[in-house]
Antibody, heavy 121, light 110 residues
């Protein structure tokens, strides 16, 4: 069955960077785009970007331009999201979510379990 | 700050029909399809409706979606206690060149 397993919780200091991994299995890794979505405590989901694991094409949300880097490793079927210059407002659960079909317009369908990132001095 | 506006709350008794609205603009709902998510406490969002009115496999037909102009709606008929959750609409926004989520609606079963 399709699985998206994310890396464990992180605690970071302001100004640091965090890299979250999302290891996939059970499907052809390069056939589906992957979204990154975060959710701050008590808030709704916030879209961060999308990556094409096949061709490497990425679209970042304007809000995170220059701060977020999405990469993929086809040898391990893993996608990564790195967020830099962390501030307290970045405290949130970060999700990877496989798109319903190939293409940037495809909505997130299958979600990872989430990774809690806490930014605190 | 989301560009898709939903009512903060909705409620109904078991068996009733509840409708949730999602208001957007020409750059998102007006020109792209709408999707709906259900989020139970402590869990990741679950895709409930995609492409305006399509249900993924396993989603009960009590859930239905529609879209008209720059607005969309999610209807839950035959409301059940397990439908208590947060619901979010989402759509691609051509101006922002990205996905946007709605402000969210908490559904309570009285």
């Amino acid at each position: 069955q399709v699985q998206l397993v994310q890396s464990g919780a992180e605690v970071k200091k302001p100004g640091a960077s965090v890299k979250v991994a999302c290891k996939t299995s059970g499907y052809t890794f390069t056939s589906y785009y992957m979204h990154w979505v975060r959710q701050a405590p008590g808030q709704g989901p916030e879209w961060m970007g999308i990556i094409d694991p096949g061709g490497g094409r990425k679209i970042n949300a304007q809000k995170f331009q220059g701060r977020v880097t999405m990469t993929r490793d086809t040898s391990t079927s893993t996608v990564y999201m790195e967020l830099s210059s962390l501030r307290s407002e970045d405290t949130a659960i970060y999700y990877c979510a496989r798109a319903l079909y190939s293409g940037s317009y495809s909505p997130p369908e299958l979600w990872g379990q989430g990774t809690l990132v806490t930014v605190s001095s | 700050q989301s560009v898709l506006t939903q009512p903060p709350s909705a409620s109904g008794t078991p068996g009733q029909r509840v409708t949730i609205s999602c208001s957007g603009s020409s750059s998102n709902i007006g020109s792209n399809t709408v999707h709906w998510y259900q989020q139970l406490p402590g869990t990741a969002p679950k895709l409930l409706i995609y492409t305006n009115n399509q249900r993924p496999s396993g989603v009960p037909d009590r859930f239905s979606g529609s879209k008209s102009g720059t607005s969309a709606s999610l209807a839950i008929s035959g409301l059940q206690s397990e439908d208590e959750a947060d619901y979010y609409c989402a759509a691609w926004d051509d101006s922002l060149n990205g996905f946007v989520f709605g402000t969210g609606t908490t559904v309570t079963v009285l």
